[in-house]
């Protein structure tokens, strides 16, 4: 039963904090590589993943006799013995074009090319290391913006065409009076959460079960089944609580089926996680992306053309799209765009969903350009934005959902103080420090699924509510806790809440932001139809204080069912159950994007300013502040929403500042493949963050009126990090990261 | 092999283990006190971290023979009989612990923060925790949870 769009939900209850939060500060709550059970902890192997060391030719041998005589070793597969499997063609998000030791090719360094087991990690590893691999190496392809000429459309680029084009581009940049032209470029980037991918496996006869890493346990049952070669049935994923994954666990990796073919040969359950290091290509990673890109206005601010040209690298084993050019289909209102993307192809590791793919370099790039059109406008970055204000989506030229993007601008102005911003560069300073401010826009789209999920009134007025989904951390058991209370108006604190058992529902693949927007409204459902069922058991239950009334007479609230005529005549919710000799009442609900959903656009909004402090003579810089408002729905938490979007703005000012990786121009590794070289920003880097939502809910696309919020943080940050820079110093740096030596060479 | 004793959580443990075996690998395997996470291996995250006569160590760079004869304190004894820690009750109500890998390093961190400055500064926090990565946080929450828990406990101490 679904309400009417448009009813406004009852503000659902919130837990006070994270459902699971006890389980996690006291150190109990097990992740996919810590249980020991059910299998017998004495029969567990040890897997350790052995790696290419070129990046591309063929394994000629492998010379294993020491490895295979070194203490404790129980088998070695290697491209000579590996089983072998009937391979499907990649189909992303769950399944990717893996390297599974079928053939003794080698498509970049860092391939997993043999997998050691032995009865422990350290007898593993030793052993590993005594492998000898003799390659015949072939060229290799390597780098960017060296090879921007090999550039070609993908093959299969996703759900975005490549290529596209609105109205006349040439025409509109023939009439303007200012254009800026540029390229911005963005770096490659790995996801590291701090939770390394890990795969526990055993075999039961012809049933496979896993404990692994991942945002999608359908997925990799699907994955696995199909690489396998088994029924879907026989596999069974179980991962209760991810150590974060922002995208780079949304596929099943090479290591998950390596690790149950390990397994199966040596009849034990084995246990493979990944070295830090070991996740730096064979776990995906977001491309760089050399970005062309070219703005027309009017002298008035209006945009007449916007066009952006993308080349990215892409793995030569499978094309992956960035959508670096996303927004500058539909984040302004210009009367004419002109995009494409296309890639190079490289001896690197396939690329995948990082937080926020598409938008988080998108509008990296797209809101410099944007702060540079400004400057040469001589108008202010805000007033820029408000004059090309996009009241519809101009890339499908249909209404928003619902769009408060100005309430944004205005808020977070206000709360940062922007009046105070003096346009012209190093004209504030703070001893030793030029002080900047920058802002930009952000955007992500808000993305839904079909998704189920079941429901149990219990014994005591006590809860059950269950969906094959994930909690990365972000809050998922919560806001499944609040939603299934409020959908019987009983107290949060009494649901208990099961997921991440393949066993559950279905619910999709927690990326894109989508998870609660997806899995809520099936939570919703159930709860409605639980409520029906419990009010047709008091109805029929003569000792009910209910007993014959109609069902549509009869709602819950505060543990109770009651008259709706008559609020005073109610049944407890405890002793309904009592009566129905402790047996739990179930119900199972689903729901999916309305048929609808091709009318409309729906997308998250933010605004985000940021103060930076250059150092005047090392040119380090401080991210003093930000302050960011974002326009995401209904705030479903304030403590996990807030967190989530705290989180992703870090992420922004890594982006702008920290990550990156190296490549090595001959041998194509990752030379910085460790979180001492790869950086991430560390506490002490980081100044404020003041986050606010609009809060506004957004009944036009689903019924609890809540978009994503995993995603939208990070885009924006580093353009206004890059132009609050650019605000300090004068210095426009058009390459993340922007570290000391940029700034001081530019 | 070789025999370490070592005082975990007050209680005492004998294991047989190579001796270059790290400290992390000895309480996670052999011991089942997967509390302690390993981030990278490489002293780089803190969320190894465990206190070895009270002082903050990683135990992924400490070879278990290293450790024979100390005292350690994971995150499983900083809770007692049941009852929330400080620093763990403000952890939980503050919001500091997200996807939860770096949670017990960070308040382990705040412990020996805490032991050395009851009264800390913004500055000695960011410093105090500087060698605990977090990736999902923001670290705002962390501040907040450990500047809560000095309050905490200096209420506590004086009462
Ligand atoms: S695992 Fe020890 S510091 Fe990262
Ligand atoms: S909470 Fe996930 S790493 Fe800190």
Known sequence: ?746 | MSLVHLTINGENKSVEVPPMKRLLDVLREDLHLTGTKEGCGEGECGACAVLLNGELVNSCLIPALQANGTSLCTIEGVSTEGHLHPIQQCFLEKGGAQCGICTPGMILATQHLLNKYPNPTMEQIQEGLAGNLCRCTGYMRIFESVQEAAKLQNAGAGA
């Open chain 1, 1 to 746: 039963m679904m309400q009417a769009a448009e009813k406004a939900p009852k503000p659902v209850k919130q837990l006070d904090h994270r459902y699971e939060g006890i389980s996690k500060v006291t150190g109990k709550i097990k992740y996919a590589g810590e249980f020991s059970e059910p299998f017998a902890k004495s029969d567990l192997l040890y897997a350790y993943l052995v790696q290419s060391t070129i990046p591309s030719g063929d394994i000629v041998s492998i010379d294993r006799a020491a490895a295979d005589n070194s203490a404790g070793v129980v088998t070695i597969l290697t491209p000579f013995n590996a089983p072998k499997l009937s391979q499907a063609p990649p189909q992303p998000p769950a399944r990717r074009n893996l390297s599974l030791l079928q053939d003794t090719s080698v498509s970049y360094n860092g391939q997993p090319i043999a997998v050691v087991v032995a009865r422990s990690l350290d007898e593993a590893k030793s052993a590993a290391a005594l492998l000898k691999v003799k390659y015949a190496p072939k060229p290799a392809k390597i780098g960017l913006k060296n090879r921007l000429a090999e550039a070609r459309w993908p093959k299969d680029p996703g759900k975005e065409p490549a290529g596209n084009h609105r109205g006349d581009a040439q025409a509109g940049f023939s009439k303007a009076t200012v254009i800026i032209e540029n390229t911005y470029i963005t770096p490659i980037q790995h996801h590291n959460p701090m939770e390394p991918h890990g795969t526990i496996a055993w075999w039961d006869g012809p049933k496979l079960n896993v404990y692994d890493s991942t945002q999608y346990i359908t997925g990799v049952r699907q994955s696995l089944a199909k690489t396998l070669n088994i029924p879907v049935d026989f596999v069974h994923v179980v991962d209760p609580v991810v150590g974060g994954g922002f995208g780079s666990k949304g596929s099943m990796w090479s290591h998950v089926p390596l690790c149950a073919m390990a397994a199966r040969i040596t009849g034990k359950p084995v246990k493979l996680i990944l070295e830090r290091e070991q996740m730096f290509g064979p776990v995906g990673g977001r491309p760089s992306t050399v970005n062309k890109i070219k703005l027309g206005a009017s002298a008035d601010g209006k945009l007449l053309a916007m066009q952006q040209d993308v080349v990215m690298n892409a793995s030569v084993m499978e094309d992956f799209v960035e959508h670096a050019e996303g927004p500058t289909k539909n984040l302004y209102m210009s009367s004419a765009n002109s995009v494409s993307a296309k890639i190079v192809e490289a001896n690197l590791g396939v690329s995948t969903f990082m937080r926020a793919p598409g938008e988080a370099p998108g509008t990296a790039v797209l809101e410099i350009a944007m702060d540079e059109l400004a400057e040469k406008l001589n108008m202010d970055p805000v007033q820029l934005r408000l004059v090309n204000y996009a009241e519809t989506d101009p890339s499908h030229d249909r209404p928003w959902t619902s769009k408060n993007l100005k309430d944004c601008y205005q808020q977070a102005a206000d709360r940062f103080g922007w009046s105070k911003r003096n346009a012209t560069p190093r004209s504030m300073s703070d001893g030793n420090a030029w002080i900047g401010y920058g802002m930009a826009t952000a955007t992500y789209p808000a993305n839904r699924s079909a998704a189920m999920a079941i429901v149990r009134l219990l014994p005591g007025g006590r809860m059950f509510v269950g969906s094959g989904t994930q909690d990365l951390g972000t809050g998922t058991y919560t806001i499944m806790a609040q939603q299934a209370a409020a959908g019987l108006g009983i107290d949060p604190t009494l649901v208990e809440v099961k997921l991440g058992d393949s066993t559950l529902p279905k619910a999709p693949v927690s990326g894109g932001s989508q998870s609660s927007a997806s899995v809520l409204p099936a939570i919703q459902d159930a709860t409605s139809q639980l409520k029906l069922k419990l009010a047709d058991l008091a109805i029929a239950d003569a000792a009910s204080p209910l007993h014959g009334l109609k069902t549509l007479d009869i709602d819950a609230k505060d543990g109770k069912l009651f008259n709706r005529n008559n609020p005073t005549q109610s049944d407890t919710l405890t002793d309904l159950i009592a009566r129905n000799g402790n047996k739990p009442v179930e119900a199972t609900g689903s729901a999916e994007p309305a048929e609808s959903k091709d009318a409309m656009s729906s997308q998250s909004w933010g605004a985000v300013f940021a103060e930076v402090a250059v150092d005047k003579d090392t040119h380090m810089v401080k991210v003093r502040r930000i302050v960011a408002t974002y326009d995401i729905g209904t705030l479903l938490n304030q403590k996990t929403g807030h967190n989530q979007l705290m989180g992703g703005i870090v992420w922004g000012i890594s982006f702008a500042l920290h990550e990156e990786a190296h490549i090595d121009s001959v041998y194509g590794r990752v030379v910085n493949e460790s979180l001492a070289e790869y950086h991430v920003p560390v506490n002490a880097d980081i100044g404020t963050i003041d986050v606010s939502t609009l809060n506004i809910p957004d009944l036009k696309f689903n019924p609890i009126g809540s978009r994503g919020i995993g995603e939208i943080g990070i885009t924006g940050t580093a353009a206004a990090v890059a132009n609050a820079i650019y605000n300090a110093t004068g210095k426009r740096i058009r390459e993340y990261p922007i570290t000391p030596d940029k700034i001081m060479l530019a």
